[in-house]
Every structure is written in C-alpha cells, then in structure tokens.
C-alpha cells in the first residue's frame, strides 16, 4: 500500500515537471526538477492531490522566482496572496515563503511565529539544497551536495487581506528568524561556556561548599553539554551597589539583542525573596525567565545560574545560562539528571525515613514522579515540605492544593491533586479559572499527570503581570 501511494505521488511530480519543462531554459532543467522533488517527495499524497494541476504549477514558479535572489545571509520572506492576473496560479489561502541558512530550528520556530499571529496554519513544504550563487546572490544552480546549504520553506496559512496584518506576519517571522540565527551562530560558544565552569571549579572553588555539591555541578554542567539543553543566550554578571550589572561583551545569543548590557536592582524591601536568591550562597541556582522562548518551543525559557564568590563567600556575580532543557529530560528519570538526583537524595535523608520502609518507599516514588520543572527549580527543603504533605494524603479520597512562587514573583505554579472518579476537563477548568481570578495573569500553562495512584495531579503555571509578594 505505501509502495502504491509513493508510486502516484511520483506519477504526479513526473507530470508537474513535464508541465513545467517547456517554460524554462533547458540548461534550467536539473535544478527545476530537483526543486520540484526535493519539496514534493515527502508531501502527503492527500495534500499534493488538493492542489489543480494549475495551481501546483503556479505554486512552483513561485518558490521557483523566489529561490532566483538571495544574499545567503538575511532570511527572504514573503507574505501574499496569490491570484491569477499575478502569479497566473490562485489560493483560498495566504502564502508564506521562506528562503534561510539550512541551520537547525527554522520550522518550529516559524510555526511558533504564525501561532501568535493568530494564523491557522494548512500546508507546510520544505526543501534543502546545496546552492551556487555569485556574488550579487543570483542563483548559478543547485545541487544535493556542496557547503552553502539553503532551506526553501512554504507555508499556507487562513486567508489574511489585511495588508498591514500581511505586513505583520512578516515581521514577525523575519524577528523570529533572526533569533534563531543568533542562538545558532553563538551555540559552540556557549557550549564552551560549560566547559569553561567546569575547568574553573576543577583549579579552585570556594572552601566553604561542600565538595560533594561541588563535584555534582561539574558533572551536572558535563551532563547539560550532552544534548540536554537548548542553548539560546549566555551572559556573566557582577554585583555592584546593590546592582546586577551585565559584564560588558559577555553577551552570547539572544543577549545580543539588548542595545545595552542589562541592570537590575535588587531591592529586598520590594522582593525579599529575590535578594534572598541573589545572595544566598548556593552554587547552582535556577529559575524561569518572564518570556517564552521564540525559538523552538513556546515554552517560558530556564535560567541557570552558576555563582561566583569572594574569599568571605560572599555572591559577587556568576554566569548565566538560557535556555530549554530537551524532552529527554521532562521522560527519562530523575535519576539520571545531575544535581537533580542529589536533590531527592537529600530530600530523602531529611525526611529521617528508614530505607526500605513504606513511608521511605512511598516519598521516593512521589519524588521520581514530581513534575521535572519543581525538581529543577526547588530546593530540596522545598520538595520535601510538598512531597511530605502529598504522602500524608495516604492514597485518601481527599483534594489538596500547594502553591509556590518563584524568587522574582514572576510566576506561580499550582499542584492539584484530586480522586481520579470525580476528575474532569471542568473540574480542571473550573480550577484554573478560580486561582487565576485570586492571581493577575498574563498568561498559564498546564499538565495533567495520571499514575496508578486514586489521585490525578494537574500542575498549572501563571505567568503574572505584576511580581507577587
């Protein structure tokens, strides 16, 4: 049956380059052709038959005429509307193309862009090739091989006829695609950065931690390196005057963006619970940033925060990491992420639990089971005093609400549990809706997690508007 579809899908390409073939110079023909593969190969066959001959072709010239011109550099964009009298093809949808490096996230951040457009997207193609150009950007040929990697990229989106709505789309996409370009180009060097904390821990490190702690850190920072976390922006900082200030020229990323390094206050008659996380004296620390990332995933990006000291081990300033950890740590055990592993370890001995005993047993399989982010973010103290208060539920009929705030108040995170009979989309709803009456939100998330457990948990994250004391 598969052989069957590939076997019409090709039928057609075949006929879409016969169609096309007396249209172009012959000496046009390879490159014509591989373009038309290369995008439609891999198109399901359902998609590539709701196109009329006509408009297939019409589609083509297309990325054809867009392909011709390119400075290999900046990413082209184009949003339209195609109609006959133009570009002798028509579309009940909007367009967009694309032309960039053939460097890693283009589509899911272009997909992420449209998203909070608002634009509903129908169709996506995408093509890579090697290309020859010369010096003004005119394509000479193209190729499967070669080093100067392009990716075409086609999408169709709802109808827009608002120009300055099409203006928008653009915008928005070519933003995009510049943040992926600088979170590219800059990874290597914040891949080093990791390497960097991992040698300066190895020639000295403060007397006063503990050298256990210290060790797991360096291997946490080994373990982060290894395809583990997205890296998106690295900057150092320095404490002065009760400032953050951001080191000159330490901006890597995303951080390139800011026309100027970056100040905060620090101010404990406003936040106690941020001067508290500034200064205290703990090596590793982290916490969410107050916007989702551009890049990738629409997800609230992670910092990580690796403290420098003075000989009175006093915070004077450190590194920062941004960035998104992989799936593969949100599905592999806790067990298997450092710093993280020796959080639950130490949880468990404060709890002054036997091991092997039923309450030890139990507050261990709650802590593998804890949502990754809390493990990530929390303390120990503070994952043994809700993991401590979810075991004495004792597998009862009973709900239970913990909430916890992030040391910027910019966030608050929500653990529900509930019985599994009584649980529901509305109940969930209805929750939501109650605590984000109680908090000002600008924006939520959420996960539902089932276990052989009588409970269901749901955790919700509120991105607030103003920070919450």
């Known amino acids: 049956m598969a052989s069957d579809i590939r076997v019409v899908r090709q039928d057609l390409i075949d006929t879409l380059k016969k169609r096309l073939k007396s249209h172009f110079p012959e000496n046009r023909d390879p490159d014509l052709s591989l373009m038309i593969q290369k995008t439609f190969e891999h198109l399901s066959l359902s998609d590539l038959k709701c196109y009329t001959e006509t408009d297939l072709a019409g589609l083509t010239v297309s990325m054809w005429q867009h392909l011709q011109v390119w400075d290999g550099k900046t990413p082209s964009v184009r949003v339209f509307n195609p109609d006959i009298?133009?570009?002798?093809?028509?579309?009940?949808?909007?367009?967009?193309?694309?032309?960039?490096?053939?460097?890693?996230?283009?589509?899911?951040?272009?997909?992420?862009?449209?998203?909070?457009?608002?634009?509903?997207?129908?169709?996506?193609?995408?093509?890579?090739?090697?290309?020859?150009?010369?010096?003004?950007?005119?394509?000479?040929?193209?190729?499967?091989?070669?080093?100067?990697?392009e990716l075409l990229v086609y999408f169709e989106i709802d109808r827009e006829t608002d120009p300055i709505q099409l203006t928008h789309i653009e915008l928005a996409i070519n933003e995009v695609l510049g943040d992926v370009?600088?979170?590219?180009?800059?990874f290597r060097t914040m891949l080093q950065k990791t390497t960097d904390v991992i040698d300066e821990l190895a020639k000295s490190q403060p007397a006063f931690l503990d050298g256990d702690a210290v060790d797991e850190v360096r291997v946490f920072m080994k373990w982060?390196?290894?395809?583990?976390?997205?890296?998106?922006?690295?900057?150092?900082?320095?404490?002065?005057?009760?400032?953050?200030?951001?080191?000159?020229?330490?901006?890597?990323?995303?951080?390139?963006?800011?026309?100027?390094?970056?100040?905060?206050?620090?101010?404990?008659t406003v936040n106690d619970d941020m001067s508290k996380f500034v200064f205290e004296p703990r090596l590793i620390s982290f916490h969410k940033s107050g916007k989702k990332s551009t890049v990738h995933r629409h997800a609230y990006s992670d910092y990580i925060l690796i403290k420098k000291f003075n000989d009175?081990?006093?915070?004077?300033?450190?590194?920062?990491?941004?960035?998104?950890?992989?799936?593969?740590?949100?599905?592999?055990?806790?067990?298997?992420?450092?710093?993280?592993?020796?959080?639950?370890?130490?949880?468990?001995?404060?709890?002054?639990?036997?091991?092997?005993?039923?309450?030890?047993?139990?507050?261990?399989?709650?802590?593998?089971?804890?949502?990754?982010d809390e493990l990530i973010q929390c303390t120990s103290d503070e994952l043994l005093a809700v993991t401590?208060?979810?075991?004495?539920?004792?597998?009862?009929?009973?709900?239970?609400?913990?909430?916890?705030?992030d040391p910027y108040g910019r966030f608050v995170s929500a653990l529900l549990y509930i019985p599994k009979d009584i649980y529901n989309?509305?109940?969930?709803?209805?929750?939501?809706?109650?605590?984000?009456?109680?908090?000002?939100?600008?924006?939520w998330d959420f996960t539902t997690y089932f276990s052989e457990s009588i409970l269901a948990r749901s955790r919700y994250v509120f991105r607030l508007k103003t920070p919450f004391d």
Not at 181 to 186: C, G
Request: charged share 30%; hydrophobic share 40%.
């Open 85 to 149: 009298e133009q570009h002798e093809w028509q579309s009940t949808h909007t367009i967009v193309l694309a032309i960039t490096p053939e460097i890693p996230f283009i589509l899911d951040s272009m997909r992420l862009a449209l998203d909070r457009c608002g634009a509903r997207i129908h169709t996506i193609m995408h093509s890579e090739f090697a290309s020859v150009r010369d010096e003004k950007g005119q394509l000479l040929s193209l190729g499967e091989k070669g080093d100067a990697r």
């Open 181 to 186: 370009k600088l979170a590219v180009a800059d």
């Open 224 to 268: 982060l390196g290894a395809n583990h976390f997205t890296f998106l922006a690295y900057d150092e900082y320095e404490i002065v005057d009760d400032q953050i200030k951001q080191v000159k020229g330490s901006a890597l990323g995303l951080f390139k963006k800011r026309k100027k390094p970056k100040v905060e206050m620090i101010d404990d």
């Open 312 to 372: 009175k081990g006093e915070v004077i300033g450190g590194r920062r990491f941004l960035g998104l950890f992989t799936s593969s740590v949100y599905n592999n055990s806790p067990q298997n992420v450092p710093v993280v592993r020796r959080k639950i370890a130490l949880a468990l001995e404060k709890s002054r639990f036997l091991p092997g005993t039923h309450n030890y047993k139990e507050l261990t399989q709650i802590l593998f089971s804890f949502p990754r």
């Open 388 to 405: 401590s208060q979810v075991l004495a539920i004792k597998e009862r009929r009973q709900i239970r609400l913990f909430l916890r705030k």
């Open 425 to 443: 989309t509305r109940l969930r709803e209805n929750v939501r809706k109650m605590l984000m009456q109680y908090f000002d939100v600008d924006g």
